[in-house]
C-alpha cells in the first residue's frame, strides 16, 4: 500500500479548514491516493455541528509529523524465538548483514539480543557437548533424513563414537540422556537402542540394521541418517541448540518506534550502542536499528489546505515532505525540498477551491461532500457578505445548493448560532478558538476572531477579556494582540486589544479608537484587519 499522507488545515481549524481537508482526502482516495485528513487540535462548536448534521466523523488530531523511529527504513521484523536454533539465527544475521538480533518470547516480548560473539564464545569457551533442541532443528543442521521420532524435543549429552568397542566401553557408557553419533559400528548401535538412548544419528550415508530398527522402536529411540561424516555431523549439530541454551544480552537499550529521532539521537549519544531493538507500546518487538539505518528515513507526506504559514501548521512541519499545499490566503514563509502543486487563489474560501479540483479531474461530488464544501464557504464568506467573497464564490455556492437542496440561508443561521459558545467556554478558549499568529517587520501581531449572533454576552465581559490580552500578549511577547468580535447581522466587528498596542491601532484605523469599538463593515481578518496593521508596520 502507498504510503498515508495526511491533508489538515491550521492549528485553530475553523470550518473551511476542516471541511475542505475532509472533502480534498476524499477526491484524492478517488484518484487513487492513500490519504486521511486529521486535525491540528480540537474544532469550534460550529464545525461540531456541521460534521454532525451531515453524519461526518471529526477527525482524529496529529499532534506532529516529526520523524519518529517508525519513519526510519530499519530491519522490520528481524527477530528470533528463543526455541529458534543458533543455526537459525546465524543466518538470518548473516543474510541481513547483522551481528546481532532480538530475542523474543512466545508473545514476541523482547527478552534479549543474541550475537555472533555469543556464538564465538559458547564454541571457543562453553560446555559443546549438552544439546537442547528439537528434532526438526537437528534434522536442518545436519541435513537429516527422519529415521524414526518419538520426541519432538531432544535434551542430552553428545557422544561420538570413533573408537574400537572395548577401548569406548572402559572410559564410557550409554543412558537415556545419551545423543549418539556413529557410523558402520553395528555392535555400539546395538548396545545403544537397547540402552534406550534419546537419539542416535548415523552418518556418512550409512543404514541402521533392521533388527536394530525394531529394538529402537520398542524403546523408542530417535533415529536420523545423515550424509555427512561424523567429524562434520559432530562439528555442526551443537549450533541445533535452541538460542536460551546460549548466553545472551538482557539489558539492550529498547526504542519505541513513536519516540522522535531527535530522542533516538540524544539516547545514541548516551549509550554508545551499535543497535537497538524497536519496540511498541506493548513490548512488542518489531525489529531492530543499526546506526546506519539513521541516513534512510520516510518523511511523512502531508498535503496543507487553508494555510501556507510555519507558524499556524503542525509541528514539525520542516521534517516533513509537503506534496502539495491548497489556499486562499497571502504567501507564507513555508518552503520545500522540491516543486509541489500550489493552488492559491483569490476567493473567500478554500471549499471554493476543493470544488474546482473535483470538477477539473471529473470525480463526482457526493452529496455528503457538497454539502461539506457548502458549510465551509457559508462559514469563511459569511455567506458571501464578507468582503473576501467573490463570483467564484458565489457560482460555487449556488451550485452545491442545487446539489444538495439545502437551503443556504436557513443552514447559515444554524452554523451561527451553534458558534455562541461564550457560556460554555472560559476567555482562554474563546479568544483562542480562531487565532492566528503574523510576523511583521520583526513584530509579532496575534489575531483572534469569533463570529457570533450573541456579541453582547462578549462584550459584557470587555474587562475580563481586555486583561486576558494584556497579560497573554506580555507572556507570549506579542506585539500586538486582537480580539475581533464580528457581528454577522450588523455586518462589522467589535475590537479589543492589548493596551499597549493602542496607539499602532489608532493609526492603522481611526485616531479615536477604543476598547470594544465597533468597525463597520469590517468582517475579515484577512483582507481588512492584517493588511490594514500591514501598511502601518510597513
Do not use: W
Amino acid at each position: 500500500m502507498k504510503d498515508k499522507t495526511y491533508i489538515f488545515g491550521h492549528k485553530n481549524p475553523d470550518t473551511d479548514s476542516v471541511c475542505s481537508a475532509i472533502s480534498l482526502s476524499y477526491l484524492k482516495n478517488a484518484l487513487g491516493f492513500n490519504t486521511e485528513s486529521r486535525i491540528l487540535s480540537s474544532i469550534n462548536e460550529e464545525t461540531k455541528y456541521v460534521l454532525k448534521k451531515f453524519k461526518i466523523n471529526i477527525p482524529e488530531i496529529l499532534n506532529d509529523v516529526k520523524l519518529q523511529v517508525s519513519d526510519i527504513n530499519y530491519h522490520k521484523d528481524f527477530k528470533i524465538s528463543m526455541k529458534e536454533s543458533v543455526y537459525n539465527a546465524f543466518f538470518k544475521m548473516q543474510n541481513e548483514n547483522m551481528s546481532t538480533i532480538p530475542i523474543v518470547d512466545e508473545k514476541e516480548h523482547f527478552v534479549g539480543a543474541f550475537a555472533m560473539k555469543d556464538i564465538a564464545k559458547k564454541e571457543i569457551l562453553g560446555d559443546n557437548k549438552t544439546l537442547k533442541s528439537n528434532y526438526i532443528h537437528i534434522l536442518e543442521v545436519i541435513e537429516g533424513q527422519e529415521v524414526l521420532k518419538f520426541n519432538d524435543e531432544i535434551l542430552g549429552n553428545i557422544t561420538n563414537v570413533d573408537l574400537r568397542s572395548t577401548t569406548f566401553y572402559n572410559h564410557s557408557q550409554f543412558n537415556n540422556d545419551t545423543i549418539l553419533i556413529v557410523g558402520d559400528r553395528h555392535s555400539i548401535i546395538e548396545d545403544a537402542v537397547n540402552k534406550k538412548v534419546k537419539l542416535i544419528v548415523i552418518t556418512g550415508n550409512n543404514k541402521i540394521k533392521d533388527e536394530h530398527i525394531e529394538i529402537a522402536r520398542q524403546n523408542k529411540v530417535n533415529v536420523i541418517y545423515t550424509n555427512k561424516d561424523s567429524y562434520e555431523t559432530l562439528l555442526k549439530i551443537g549450533f541445533a541448540n535452541y538460542i536460551e541454551n546460549y548466553r545472551y544480552t538482557k539489558d539492550l537499550v529498547c526504542v519505541n518506534e513513536s519516540l522522535d529521532i531527535s530522542d533516538l539521537n540524544d539516547i545514541i549519544n548516551k549509550t554508545k550502542h551499535s543497535y537497538y531493538p524497536v519496540i511498541n507500546n506493548d513490548n512488542t518487538c518489531l525489529g531492530l536499528i543499526k546506526l546506519s539505518d539513521l541516513r534512510d528515513t520516510r518523511p511523512k507526506k502531508v498535503i496543507l489546505v487553508d494555510h501556507n504559514e510555519t507558524t499556524q501548521s503542525v509541528d514539525g512541519l520542516d521534517e516533513a515532505d509537503i506534496i502539495e499545499i491548497v489556499d486562499h490566503h497571502k504567501l507564507g514563509n513555508i518552503g520545500t525540498n522540491q516543486p509541489i502543486n500550489f493552488r492559491n487563489m483569490t476567493v473567500g474560501s478554500t471549499c471554493t477551491i476543493v470544488y474546482q479540483l473535483f470538477k477539473e479531474n471529473k470525480v463526482k461530488i457526493p452529496e455528503h461532500i457538497a454539502a461539506l464544501l457548502l458549510s465551509g464557504i457559508i462559514s469563511d464568506t459569511l455567506l458571501l457578505k464578507s468582503p473576501t467573497a467573490t463570483k467564484e464564490d458565489e457560482k460555487v455556492l449556488h451550485d452545491l445548493v442545487k446539489l444538495t437542496n439545502i437551503n443556504a440561508d436557513k443552514l447559515a443561521i444554524e452554523m451561527f448560532k451553534s458558534n455562541d459558545v461564550v457560556k460554555s467556554k472560559s476567555i482562554k478558549e474563546v479568544v483562542y478558538m480562531d487565532f492566528k499568529t503574523f510576523n511583521i517587520d520583526k513584530k509579532v501581531v496575534a489575531i483572534s476572531q469569533i463570529n457570533t449572533l450573541n456579541s453582547k454576552a462578549i462584550l459584557k465581559q470587555k474587562t475580563s477579556y481586555i486583561k486576558y490580552l494584556n497579560k497573554e500578549s506580555n507572556k507570549q511577547n506579542y506585539d500586538i494582540m486582537i480580539f475581533i468580535i464580528t457581528d454577522i447581522f450588523k455586518n462589522g466587528s467589535y475590537i479589543l486589544f492589548n493596551e499597549s498596542a493602542k496607539n499602532t491601532l489608532r493609526l492603522a484605523f481611526t485616531e479615536t479608537l477604543e476598547q470594544g469599538d465597533f468597525l463597520a463593515n469590517i468582517v475579515s481578518r484577512k483582507k481588512q484587519i492584517l493588511p490594514a496593521i500591514m501598511n502601518f508596520l510597513k
